[in-house]
């Protein structure tokens, strides 16, 4: 789209920055990433006043210049690089009004790189509510920036705001907060000669930042390291001095422009839902019934979609092998990639509800609560209060658990929750362990009221949460991680979720994980597709040949006939020529050829085991008839010893190893789209399955 | 006295911090030598704090907090 200025919205976290831009933008946005790193970057359109269209970037939300994450990294190198394709014409800062003084730290600093700006005086109607007053004239005058006062979630002010976008003066003319040149006179002033410079703050921010710039040539670089001990230059020294220096301009700034009252109405009653919320006792119990409310809304909400996205596919493929001609191709497209990407759609519904519910949370405030309350327990085990949330959704699907992992601004931290999240166990694990322990788990109470299938399988929920705090125990001595863990957070003042924002968080997360993941599933798909419909030389027209014989058309019903061609084909498919190759590699485990295929299709995704199970047992494959390949298995004899297949140690040996697994391309894919590193999703993989051939190899061996 | 010895509800006044790059961080979040600070409330576990300062209110851990020299 053409447009006619770049604006760039900056502020802290927490001020309405985003509900800002989603007014400003309507739906008329998009999410990508800043180029080479892995930070959403929100870009949209507006409709300016006097006709034109201003794109707006959102940039994201930080309380000062100089980063404390990635995340925040980006505001500077976009503010000052001239060269940067995202330069903004004009920078929209949006101040809290009800906490103007630490608001405006970050304010003087975009002010002082002389980029033309503008202040938007957000929550204004909470302001009022408290008892704020703020005299926005003089507050403007001593800035000398136009100061616009919004309430961004009810949408006053914004056509105001639009107006002074259109009317913003093309060049800066704010006043002089601090007088920056103080801090470092002569390394500022060569610097500044040096490197053909105009401005002294962004000289100074230079000298800070430089071994982090990418802007900057090596050159530079090492000149400005050589100044720096010149000069004896000491970074957070300075820092401090600028700090308090611009506070003091602030206090000067505030003084006679706003008048807060002594007790702020809105943070009392904050304060008592957080007396109750975050009380030492109930505290916990309201979270951990919290997270059984959400557990069990994301398996319930979530099913019947589920079942109705699972059954529009497969009327599709039906219909579509009505229509289509028979053969390779039709195959490929009916059964490879629609099979495929209706395994991608079902996860669906729990995404969008999971995300429904974490962006209610983060929005309300109580996900900064959650953290406060669990920090200490996470750090025991080397993580961090904000990993509780996606190792809670873990139990719904890892994908958008990992992608929610966001929030953890200490690199380590996040990397370790990222590598132990796909041990709890997912929904798709769900079936598989229903099969397996209805084939070997007799149906009978013990102590009257506890079933022993429901006992394995909370088992099998417990254990996954226990391996995931035992291995991240493990990773925080392996991950060396440069950044200092802090936790010096805000606890934003409670409020009531904005319900199109938590419409729009589970669109936005629905698709990106649609296009992310599906590219990687369908592709697997197919190759599986490939590998279990064709096979080595003329073997299947071998099989074909045989069936011809008049004997089996005899003695065989037409439908039993199809099945006994379609399990030898699968036996004699380059799958089934795979399974019996790492049979001598599984058969410690105590899994056989059959098992071996399954396992292999399964590292596409976990659920395709009981389809596989299903084709291989010579069913046709679908979960409405898991009751006849339950009997097919419980059945199935070893043709060498007569003694049945899946006995306890199989089943339970079985169960450990999908348990411990990466058997999920999506996962895989989407720790690559965070990690933009194979390094990482590589090291998972490798771990993952180390683990679950040990953990079934003692299994099976204990109980065998 | 420094700020994880301050008795909950108590006024004290920010006087110097023992950590440099602690200071900076906390600084910038409001934190500054002359503020008034409150402890609000304590994690149910004991560990992190969040104290009321400069209009809001803040988080960090005990650990962060033994940096906060009071006057």
């Known amino acids: 789209m053409k447009t006619d200025l770049r604006v760039a919205l900056v502020g802290n976290p927490n001020t309405g920055k985003s509900t800002l831009f989603n007014t400003l933008t309507g739906l008329n946005q998009k999410i990508g990433n800043f180029p080479g790193v892995t930070v959403d970057k929100k870009t949209g359109y507006c409709t300016l006043t006097d006709g034109r269209t201003a794109e707006i970037v959102d940039l994201p939300g930080t309380y000062s210049l100089y980063p404390k994450s990635k995340d925040e990294s980006i505001v500077f190198s976009i503010l000052a690089d001239k060269a940067n394709p995202l330069k903004p014409d004009l920078v929209v800062v949006i101040l809290d009004a009800t906490n103007l003084k630490r608001n405006l730290l970050l304010y003087t600093q975009v002010a002082d790189l002389k980029i033309p700006v503008i202040v938007a005086l957000n929550m204004m109607d909470l302001a009022k509510k408290s008892g704020i007053t703020i005299d926005i004239d003089l507050f403007s005058k001593k800035l000398g920036v136009p100061v616009i006062p919004v309430a961004a979630r009810k949408g006053e002010g914004i056509d105001k705001l639009k107006e002074a976008i259109s009317f913003a003066n093309k060049i800066a003319l704010q006043e002089e907060s601090i007088d920056v040149e103080a801090i470092a006179p002569q390394l500022i002033a060569q610097i500044s000669s040096e490197l053909q410079l105009d401005n002294p703050y962004y000289a100074l921010q230079l000298a800070h930042q430089h071994e982090d710039i990418k802007f900057i040539s090596p050159e530079q670089n090492d000149r400005i390291e050589a100044l720096e001990k010149e000069f004896s230059f000491h970074s957070q020294k300075a820092q401090a001095t600028e700090t308090i220096a611009r506070y003091n301009f602030i206090n000067e700034v505030l003084y006679d422009t706003v008048k807060v009252p002594e007790t702020a109405k809105e943070e009392s009653i904050s304060n008592k839902i957080d007396k109750v919320l975050t009380h030492r006792f109930f505290g916990l119990i309201i979270f951990v019934g919290v997270l059984l409310f959400m557990f069990q809304s994301i398996f319930a909400w979530s099913a019947y979609p589920m079942e109705l996205i699972a059954d529009g596919f497969v009327w599709v493929q039906n219909s579509l092998h009505h229509i289509l001609p028979a053969g390779p191709l039709t195959g490929l497209v009916v059964d490879g990639v629609i099979g495929g990407l209706s395994g991608v759609m079902v996860f669906i519904p729990q995404i969008a509800i999971l995300f429904a519910f974490i962006s209610i949370l983060e929005d309300t405030g109580y996900m900064a609560r959650v953290t406060f309350m669990m920090d200490k327990l996470m750090r025991k085990v080397g993580l961090n209060g904000k990993s509780v949330v996606p190792l809670i959704g873990g139990f719904a699907c890892a994908v958008p658990s990992i992608m929610s992992t966001r929030t953890i601004e200490n690199w380590k931290d996040r990397m370790i929750t990222i590598m132990v999240t796909p041990l709890v166990t997912c929904s798709a694990r769900l079936p598989i362990y229903i099969l397996l322990i209805s084939l070997v788990v007799p149906n009978r109470n013990v102590w009257w009221i506890f079933n022993l299938q429901g006992l394995a399988l909370t088992g099998m929920y417990v254990f996954s949460l226990i391996s995931a705090v035992v291995v991240a125990f493990v990773l925080k001595h392996v991950i060396k991680g440069s950044e200092r863990g802090y936790f010096i957070m805000e606890l934003p003042v409670y409020r009531m979720p904005r319900w199109n924002n938590v419409a729009f968080s589970m669109y936005e997360r629905a698709k990106t994980f649609v296009v992310q993941a599906g590219k990687v599933i369908i592709a697997i798909s197919v190759i599986l597709w490939v590998l279990a419909s064709y096979g080595p030389g003329d073997r299947f027209e071998k099989i074909d040949q045989k069936y011809k014989q008049p004997q089996y058309a005899r003695s065989l019903k037409p439908d039993e006939l199809e099945r006994a061609i379609k399990s030898e084909k699968l036996e004699n498919s380059y799958a089934g020529v795979l399974g019996h190759t790492i049979e001598p590699v599984i058969r410690p485990l105590g899994f056989d050829w059959k098992i071996g295929i399954a396992l292999i299709t399964s590292f596409a995704a976990r659920e395709v085991f009981v389809g596989t199970m299903a084709a291989i047992y010579s069913v046709e494959g679908n979960a409405e008839k898991m009751e006849s390949v339950q009997q097919k298995m419980k059945t199935a004899k070893n043709p060498e010893t007569g003694q049945p297949v899946f006995t306890l140690a199989v089943a339970f040996s079985l169960m450990m190893f999908y348990a411990f697994a990466m058997q999920c391309a999506s996962t895989v894919a989407v720790v690559y789209r965070e990690t933009k590193n194979w390094k990482w999703p590589a090291f998972q993989f490798a771990y993952m399955t180390v683990l679950a051939y040990a953990a079934s190899l003692l299994v099976y061996n204990l109980l065998r | ?71």
Do not use: W
């Not at chain 2, 900076?24 to 300062?53: F, S, Y």
């Not at chain 2, 851990?61 to 006057?71: D, M, P």
């Open chain 2, 1 to 71: 006295m420094t700020l994880s010895e301050l008795k909950k509800g108590v006024v004290g006044i920010v006087k110097e911090f023992t950590d440099l790059e602690m200071s900076v961080k906390l600084m910038e979040m409001g934190c500054l030598p002359g503020e008034e600070i409150t402890i609000a409330r304590i994690a149910p576990l004991g560990d992190p704090i969040a104290v009321n300062v400069s209009g809001y209110q803040l988080s960090l851990r005990k650990f962060e907090a033994s940096t906060i020299i009071l006057q």
